[in-house]
């Protein structure tokens, strides 16, 4: 099964600390960015950039709570994301077996 990849949705999980983000909010079950930047090397206003780039590629959802959004990661929008990486796994397994192949055969023939 080849799923299509979603450049945008990489590019928001290829930052380390948005990758951290989501698992903090997986692990407490959400977040405000004032939580989050308590448990992060970065400042409240950072935090809530980087929540508003996984906003955008639907990666968490925000409700208002009182003065500030609390944050909660989308389940169908990650399982789409672990979907596209083990498409993509899949398809460099094949490629990597298959330069496996063609390298054994060279590999034969100098032997011949």
Same mark, same amino acid.
């Given at each position: 099964m080849s799923v299509g990849v979603d450049d945008d949705l990489w590019s928001a999980v290829g930052d380390p600390t948005r990758r951290r983000m989501l698992d903090l909010l997986l692990t407490d079950g959400g977040g405000t960015a004032t939580t989050l930047s308590e448990q992060l090397p970065v400042t409240r206003q950072a935090v809530a950039k980087h929540l508003g780039v996984l906003g955008r590629v639907g990666l968490v959802h925000g409700t208002p709570s009182g003065r500030e959004r609390r944050y909660e990661v989308d389940e169908t929008q990650l399982a789409r994301a672990v979907a596209? *990486? #083990? #498409?993509?796994?899949a398809t460099w397994d094949?490629? *990597? =077996? =298959?330069?496996?192949r063609i390298a054994e055969a060279i590999q034969r023939g100098q032997q011949s």
């Open positions: 596209q *990486l #083990s #498409s993509v796994g094949a490629r *990597l =077996r =298959r330069i496996k």
